[in-house]
């Protein structure tokens, strides 16, 4: 589209400015996309956009003006030093989040959002090129079977041509968080036609991306456009407390900063260059500035011509110190981007305009993935806060959606579903009959990982970043009475099995740790053809299922794999390790299952309740179809096998067998647990809980509630059951078991994103609900 020059304005003012090539002038088409891009530039606020200070769409020689940006583009940054750190990518995320925020408030839709329009500056990430952008009306203007945009980053609704709402800007935020995780776009490896259907219909990979990353990147990327985690969700998902508390000084790791830091003072050289007074030569290699019909823009560039052929993609053009002084220009841009200043251009990227009907060019190919520096120690634990019980708080909800695994009761629960589908009206005007109970205890440490406490000899197991085992007394839990270092951050609980706390470490490794003192027992290293990714149960007491991915190296080189995705079936005694290949059905499922001494029991691909033995190979015991609204957490209580739709169904474990079945009036059943002789189910018109005879489906009764958190296990009680409320900052209810009578609801007031609250009971009057970085300990009856 033309170049991007670093300039100064009459006032002193550092600004970016975008020069369009002579020869794009005289298409009209692109002077109507031009003068929507100057329109929509101008028209976004926000913290994480750059603003416009000048532009002349309708010159000769048009041109834009925006703020300079010192800072790489994220592309540049992981070209140059591999994958971000965890937290740097969930701030990158809020950032980016609120930007699009800003863009879609105006009525916006940017179009076109991947790594090189993402400018990395010291206060935060900066959404550039509004060059494709269009208004929600949908008016296009594109030729027929064409269409605008990167192939990698694209969203389903670009690759097959249909209408792309602001939807699908979050989908293209996943697959750039993707990038910033990974170092390369979860779609790559294909060309032109082929990279389309990837994207359309294939499944992103997320081998590299670890959690929660993976699982938030996984909301962007529903299919479905409807599905799609909201930008304000996705905000809070990434940054509970605001992206304002980690977008500030430090949120970049130190060579990133150092790009910055270098840009700033390139920046200031060429700044004072341009204010001295002595002429020097001029860049004879380089376009004259803009010169106008009406008026120029009042701006004295500078640059050198040993950075003008440079170009990169997307607006990122190169300059470093020198003393050269003139009318340089400074870069090339793209699509429009008016982009940042560094030392090298970044990699060309796929063309940004490309027929459907005909294959694109090769890409170049991505940079190798660089393992991410490792994670900074979690603070002290500050001291605890005074409990509230006020749940009130004004505002948009930005709690999101997010999978765990839990047990309930006597009963075997598998994970709850990994859904972003919109929920059904809630009964807002129930309210509880008492006041909660005060917790006797609360632990306050580094952020808790998504999965629910286990118990064991009065203490609570949980996890917690940036990677350890901590161990609570369930009578003053309030500091730990052990930390185990090491583990990774798996969303699943800790297994007791084999007499020791099992949790992963890094690769293909089993860490084994004394439940009573934290000791390490054992670590079993599987090698460099294995990756682990989560626990998913033990059986036999010795043996344990992981979800995780053989690897096939094409050569010595760290990373250089393809993998298959495999359940391994890991005997503790004899230290090895058995693939289980997934079947093809059930590839890109999130398996949540439920294991038990003999059976793997779980919700397939194409909506079954299925169930494999654990021993010989897993093979396939029996298949029942449910249908398309099957939930993927089911439960198992004795000898039956319950899972959950618009019916509850009741299922003979051996043999599959129909025992009875219930049907919602309205709404459906949305997520189970077990206990007793009872099983429960929330459901969703109205909201509130179920509770059904096991043994032959009879009602037992319904308890109305508020909108529900329909995504995680019922946690069931001795006495009373307990579901967390829709939105964080309401807490969770409690239900008494015998009655059906609601109790109480207990809340500490706080909107944590996708940290949802994690409730476990230990069937013997205690109840350890955690919340983001805490962990309450409640006495129950």
């Known amino acids: 589209m033309g170049r991007v020059y670093l300039a100064t304005s009459s006032a002193g003012r550092t600004v970016a400015v975008k020069v369009i090539r002579p020869e794009m002038t005289e298409d009209k ?44 583009t994220l592309a540049e940054a992981v070209a140059e030093h591999g994958p971000l750190p965890m937290e740097t990518v969930l701030a990158l995320g809020a950032g980016i989040a609120e930007a699009l925020i800003a863009v879609h408030a105006e009525g916006l839709v940017h179009r076109d959002l991947k790594p090189s329009n993402v400018l990395l500056a010291a206060d935060g990430p900066r959404v550039i090129d509004f060059g494709i952008v269009r208004a929600r009306d949908g008016y296009e203007l594109t030729g027929s079977g064409a269409l605008f945009g990167s192939l990698d980053y694209m969203c389903p609704e670009q690759a097959t041509g249909d209408p792309m709402g602001p939807e699908g800007d979050v989908f293209c935020l996943g697959s750039v968080l993707a990038f910033a995780a990974s170092g390369h776009s979860p779609f790559g490896g294909a060309v032109g036609a082929a990279l389309l259907y990837q994207v359309a219909h294939g499944s992103p990979d997320l081998t590299l991306v670890p959690e929660p990353l993976d699982k938030i990147i996984s909301l962007c990327h529903a299919k479905d456009p409807a599905l799609r985690i909201t930008p304000d969700r996705l905000s809070a998902a990434c940054a509970p407390g605001g992206a304002e508390q980690v977008l500030k000084e430090g949120w970049l790791p130190e060579p990133v900063a150092a790009m910055v830091a ?72 793209g699509a429009g981007g008016t982009g940042g200043v560094g030392p090298a251009a970044e990699p060309p990227e796929q063309e940004s305009f490309v027929p459907l009907e005909e294959p694109a060019a090769e890409r170049s190919a991505a940079p190798a993935p660089v393992p991410a520096p490792a994670p900074v120690p979690a603070p002290a634990p500050a001291p605890a806060p005074a409990h509230r019980r006020t749940p009130a708080r004004p505002g948009l909800s930005r709690r999101a959606v997010l999978a765990a695994s839990a047990t309930a009761g006597t009963a075997l629960v598998g994970g709850a579903a990994l859904v972003a589908a919109r929920r059904g009206s809630g009964a807002e005007a129930v309210r509880p009959l008492g006041p909660a109970p005060e917790p006797t205890w609360t632990y306050r440490g580094g952020p808790l990982l998504q999965a629910p406490a286990v118990f064991r000899d009065g203490t609570a197991l949980m996890k917690t970043r940036p990677g350890n085992m901590v161990c609570l007394d369930l009578e003053n839990g309030s500091q730990p009475k052990w930390v185990y270092q090491g583990i990774s951050v798996s969303p699943t609980p800790v297994l007791l099995t084999y007499g ?37 149960g033990s059986y036999d007491g010795y043996a344990v299922s992981v979800l995780g991915a053989s690897l096939e190296r094409k050569s010595a080189e760290r990373g250089v794999a393809t993998s298959t995705n495999a359940v391994f079936a890991v005997d503790l005694r004899a230290r090895q390790a058995i693939v289980i290949p997934i079947n093809p059905v059930d590839v890109g499922v999130p398996l949540q299952p439920v294991i038990t001494d003999e059976y793997f029991v779980y919700a397939d691909g194409l909506r079954n309740v299925a169930v494999r033995h654990t021993r010989d190979g897993g093979s396939l015991r029996w298949r029942y179809q449910v249908g398309y609204d099957l939930r993927p957490g089911l439960a198992v209580l004795g000898q039956t096998v319950f899972a959950i739709g618009s019916e509850f169904v009741a299922l003979e474990l051996s043999t599959g067998r129909l025992r009875w079945k219930a049907k919602a009036e309205r709404g459906m059943f949305a997520s189970l647990g077990a206990g007793g002789n009872t099983v429960y189910a929330i459901g969703t018109d109205p909201y509130g809980v179920h509770a059904f005879n096991a043994a032959n489906g009879s009602r037992r009764w319904f308890c109305e509630t508020p909108r529900l958190n329909i995504d995680n296990p019922i946690a069931v009680g001795a006495h009373a059951v307990y579901v967390p409320a829709f939105e964080n900052r309401n807490g969770f209810y409690a239900i008494d078991t015998a009655s059906g009578r609601l109790l109480w609801n207990f809340t500490d007031g706080r909107e944590t994103g996708v940290n949802d609250w994690q409730l476990s009971c230990d069937g013997a009057g205690h109840l350890v609900a955690q919340h983001f970085d805490r962990a309450y300990g409640l006495p129950v009856t």
């Open 500 to 536: 020791a706390a099992i949790a992963l470490g890094t690769g293909a490794t089993l860490i084994g740790v004394d439940p009573a003192t934290g000791a390490e027992q054992f670590t079993l290293d599987f090698g460099q053809d294995f990756q682990f990714d989560q626990l998913l």
């Open 262 to 333: 270098d840009r700033r003072a390139a920046a200031t050289d060429l700044d004072q260059l341009a204010r001295t007074p002595e002429a020097a030569p001029a860049d004879v290699s380089a376009p004259e500035p803009p010169a106008s019909g009406r008026r120029g823009p009042a701006y004295a560039t500078v640059g050198r011509s040993a950075y003008d052929t440079a170009a990169a993609e997307g607006g990122s053009g190169a300059v470093g110190r020198g003393s050269a002084r003139g009318a340089g220009g400074i870069g090339d841009c």
């Open 29 to 72: 088409n692109f002077r109507i996309r031009f003068r929507r891009e100057v329109a929509a530039a101008a028209a976004v606020g926000g913290v994480y956009t750059t603003p416009v200070v000048d532009a002349a769409p309708d010159d000769e020689t048009p041109w834009l003006a925006t703020a300079y940006v010192p800072g790489p």
